[in-house]
């Protein structure tokens, strides 16, 4: 499970910004959570409100930026830079970010990375017992031009781990070489409709999404009958592999159709390229919640109700909170512009997010001075009360 998030100088985000999902031991449940082996509250579904272009969007890529860095940095473009989003604001000082999360046995872990377009000027990994222990310490010297780089614990020659890269994270380098120590952040299922860029439309993934149906055919079958519960006339969602020449040696992409039933019995097929933004929008969604769910790990979802009837957001999100469909503890992140949501959650379940002269600036409602528990948190927010609405500006 993801304990917090601390990251600083992300995009608009320019002074310390922390996500945690840690729940106060004594505040009021409405579900939607686990507890850790230690005793802690850990939160499995967390909603990001504000405005348009409040950093709602920036905010989820900091998740999406260092899962990616610590696990797959290693194959990106070997003279390339770090895809980290221009440094505007404030472009004299590096990226911070710090990440605290659970492995499958419930050790606690802290990640460090101070970075720039260019390289990693900091980066750390350490293990808690009574304490952080480091794992890995790893600093750039511009004296000698090279990093200086203290560990113990971790299962990777000292000789190969000063050949790290510049732009690559040494856990990822790691991975190469199989490390024991940190297989199983290689292991940690994220998946995420935003890219460090921005979010393409739903439509760009149904490939994505047909061949994960394709290949796990009992989640398959699950995502049909909740589909079916959304009442869209689905019988079957049929995906099969096609041959593209004569002789049967090519083949072409899947070839995904969606079967209707009429209330007489007849049916009809249609191609997924000619159903509803909405259909095609709840397929790819629950491409990617599905193996999060089923492994466990981590769903990072922008405008998750993109498309979708307001009311099928209930569904998702109970998919979160029994113990039959989210055995593994997996965890959901997602904004929103829905604020029926707020009927579901904890007020230290939601996030708020405002932009001040080009700066944005992220708050749990739990720290909102004088917000009760049984206050009625959406008519709160949406009377203006807790902040994160759009100021409109009456035309002239």
Known sequence: MIRSIKFKNFQSFQDETEFSFELPKNAASRGFERMSREGTRVSTVSSVFGANASGKTALLKVFTFVFWFMRDSFSYDFDGGIPIPARILNPEHPIEIELIFDDYDGSIWKYE??????????????KKQLKFNYIFKRSWSESTGAYEITQQGLDLAPSESRKVRQNASLISTALQYNSDTVEFIGLIIALSNVQIFGRPHYSTNLAYASTYFH????LRKEAVKLLQSWDIGLEDIVIEEVQSDADG??????????KHKRSDGSTFSLPISQESNGTQSAFVLLAMLKPVLAA????IIDEMESDLHPHLLESLLALFDSERTNPHYSQLIFTSHTTKVMDFLSKSQVFFVEKEDCVSHAYRGD???????????RAKYESGALGGLPQVIPNA
């Open 367 to 377: 720290q909102i001075r004088g917000l009760r528990s049984d206050d009625n948190l």
């Open 296 to 299: 466990g790990g981590i769903a």
């Open 113 to 126: 990375l101070l970075a720039t377009e260019e390289r990693v000027l900091w980066e750390a990994l350490y």
């Open 215 to 218: 290949e796990f055919d009992d």
């Open 249 to 258: 040696k090519k083949k072409a992409p899947l070839r995904t159709t969606f």
